[in-house]
């Protein structure tokens, strides 16, 4: 298994703060830095999942042209 790069360090360490901060917060729809958190863990996620499909989509041509 590889080791966990600061990308996927990053997700999860956002995903936690996200998580500590929607337990105590009676609004969190009118926080403003708690969107701002959620927007950066779905950016993320958003990177990573573009990162493996373009790795997939590379793979598939590679494999395709040595037929």
């Given at each position: ?5 600061q ?5 999860s360490?956002l ?5 500590e901060?929607?337990?105590?917060h009676?609004?969190p ?8 958190l ?15 499909a373009r790795?997939?989509?590379a793979?598939?041509?590679?494999s395709?042209?040595?037929?």
């Open positions: 298994m590889p080791k966990k790069n990308e996927d360090k990053d997700e360490r995903k936690t703060k996200l998580r901060r929607l337990a105590g009676a609004n729809e009118g926080d403003a830095a708690m969107r701002a959620h927007k950066r863990l779905k950016r993320a996620q958003r990177k990573r999942r573009a990162l493996a790795k997939a989509r793979a598939g041509a590679a395709s042209e040595q037929k």
